[in-house]
């Protein structure tokens, strides 16, 4: 049972380089989201997504596209790497919402952006 | 905006102890509220979730409470283990987003053998 899967572990970029993070669910989730964590900010929100074809921002959105084509996947794209977007990424996913169900995390990417 | 603080925000005991963790969020408008445990290195791990209507929650040595009119949760760990050892956050639902959880920033608990 493989819950939530996130690719890659760890990551170096240079500034101004593009990459994405996967993430992929095999729990039929419909809600995905993506967070950073950062010593002393805690969790912040970056997108979310409440089924396929549906995303929105959350908190700190900036510098980062979502896009959910099918109910598995949700993957985070970089399109211009920046060192502030150094941070671990986590993606995480619940049945229905939130606020209704038991999150899962994935185990995080480690990105440094240098 | 809702805003959850933890504490303390670290804490250390020996082996065998009874202890409490505690949250505070500044919005009683809550859907849930969830505790997790993080170890080093790794992802989350959802530990407890209480919904609003809820006041408490067991599994195993762990009992959660809630106290919505006070914007209160406590976490309570019975014969504490060094493999209980790790962060343990709280976050809520609600208080103004559907869809969006505020974490507090956690309590790194150290259980000595």
């Known amino acids: 049972n493989a819950g939530v899967t996130q690719t890659p572990k760890f990551q170096v970029l240079k500034t101004g380089q593009s990459m994405t993070l996967q993430c992929a669910q095999d729990?039929?989730?419909?809600?995905m989201s993506w967070y950073r964590q950062d010593p002393g900010m805690g969790l912040r929100l970056i997108h979310y997504?409440?089924?396929?074809?549906?995303?929105d921002q959350g908190e700190v959105p900036n510098g980062y596209n979502v896009s959910r084509s099918t109910t598995e996947d949700f993957p985070l794209r970089l399109l211009s790497a920046a060192p502030s977007q150094t941070s671990v990424y986590f993606c995480?996913?619940?049945?229905?919402?939130?606020?209704?169900?038991?999150?899962?995390f994935g185990e995080g990417s480690r990105l440094t952006v240098l | 905006k809702q805003e959850v603080t933890q504490i303390p925000a670290a804490l250390s005991v020996p082996e065998g102890e009874n202890l409490v963790l505690n949250c505070s969020f500044t919005?009683?408008?809550?859907?849930?509220l969830q505790w997790f445990r993080q170890d080093p290195g790794k992802g989350l791990t959802s530990l407890l979730l209480?919904?609003?209507?809820?006041r408490e929650q067991t599994s195993g040595r762990l009992n959660a409470s809630l106290d919505k009119s006070s914007g209160r949760s406590t976490l309570y760990i019975a014969a504490s283990q060094p493999g209980d050892s790790a962060t343990y956050l709280c976050?809520?639902?609600?208080?103004?987003?559907?869809?969006?959880?505020?974490f507090g920033k956690g309590t790194l608990l150290t259980v000595n053998p």
């Open positions: 995480a996913s619940s049945w229905d919402s939130p606020n209704t169900g038991e999150l899962f």
């Open positions: 729990m039929n989730h419909e809600y």
């Open positions: 997504s409440v089924g396929a074809g549906i995303t």
């Open positions: 919005d009683s408008a809550i859907y849930n």
């Open positions: 209480i919904q609003s209507s809820q």
């Open positions: 976050a809520v639902g609600g208080g103004g987003s559907n869809y969006k959880l505020t």
